[in-house]
Nanobody, 118 residues
């Protein structure tokens, strides 16, 4: 029922930046936690960043910063100082509480490809 649509991916040189967006159709969007995950070929889905309903953020990598605009039903992922090992499909996710495990989120977008060239 909930639909999430990512955009903003593409090809970028090492050291460059990208900002990903995720537009949500969810009713009462401001009540939900949001997150970003990524998955490279042959690898498990990896936590990137989480954003609480009130806009608090957490990421284990300081190069990545999540944010949200509840008036637009949209979350963002700012990615700086990108490296080739950041190449992956990036997904946004929605869930009832902030979490770092993929199985705790209930809705997912289709993903957007990010490729970082050396």
């Amino acid at each position: 029922q909930v639909q999430l649509v990512e955009s903003g991916g593409g090809l970028v040189q090492a050291g460059g930046s990208l900002r990903l967006s995720c537009a949500a159709s969810a009713r009462a969007f401001s009540n939900y936690a949001m997150a970003w995950f990524r998955q490279a070929p042959g690898k498990e889905r990896e936590f990137v960043a989480a954003i609480s309903p009130t806009g608090g953020t957490y990421s284990p990598d300081s190069r990545f910063t999540g944010s949200r605009d509840n008036a637009k039903n949209t979350v963002y992922l700012q990615m700086n100082s990108l490296r080739p090992e950041d190449t992956a499909v990036y997904y946004c996710a929605l869930g009832p509480v902030v979490a770092t495990h993929a199985n705790q989120y209930t809705s997912w977008g289709q993903g957007t490809q990010v490729t970082v060239s050396s």
